[in-house]
């Protein structure tokens, strides 16, 4: 089970307490959405070396992605508060629907990447790549509002940087109610 204190949760799927979940994703995102932008170019230019590149771009999305997955659903398993967030089941599904779209996309290409890519390769390009944003912009939330994956701090200074901060005093500089009235 993750470790509860102050900041958040630490990762059971983790190397000296730094997850592997945040460190692989960034290959699958870097992957898929490269697979937009070869697209892109493909089209712009014709040239079949950018079709055959999106081609391999994808696979290599799908491949890591099923890495990334590993310590991800590691996590989601043996973390409670993981399980107990939404953020965390609609990251977990937004993500499989894009190694879904990734494979089919795959598929598309398969006898003639070229074709595919003019086809409805890069439409489900573009729908994986706005999926990715949507699903790292939930992936953020858990990590850095909902302390997922959080790394604890043993140094004697950490407690130097931490501020206790008035949420209505912060509420009120936004224009926003804290959220803490009639509680």
């Not at 997955?69 to 399980?83: L, Y």
């Not at 086809?119 to 949507?134: D, K, N, R, V």
């Amino acid at each position: 089970m993750g470790r509860y204190h102050r900041h958040g949760v630490q990762s059971t799927a983790a190397i000296a307490g730094h997850p592997l979940h945040h460190m692989l994703i960034v290959f699958p995102v870097a992957f898929l959405i490269g697979a937009f932008g070869t697209d892109i170019a493909f089209l712009a230019v014709q040239d079949p070396f950018w079709a055959q590149a999106s081609y391999w771009l994808l696979i290599a999305g799908i491949v890591t992605a099923l890495v990334a997955a590993v310590p991800g659903m590691i996590d989601f398993v043996t973390i409670d508060r993981v399980r107990n967030l939404w953020i965390s089941w609609t990251h977990m599904i937004a993500n499989l629907a894009v190694v879904a779209l990734a494979l089919v996309n795959v598929g598309v290409r398969l006898e003639d990447p070229a074709a595919g890519v003019q086809g409805w390769g890069i439409w489900l390009s573009g729908i994986q790549t706005a999926l990715l944003f949507f699903s790292g912009w939930l992936g953020g939330e858990l990590a850095y509002r909902y302390g997922i994956g959080a790394i604890q701090d043993y140094s004697p200074k950490a407690e130097q940087f931490h501020v206790e901060v008035d949420r209505e005093d912060v509420a009120a500089s936004y224009g926003r109610r804290s959220g803490t009235e009639g509680a």
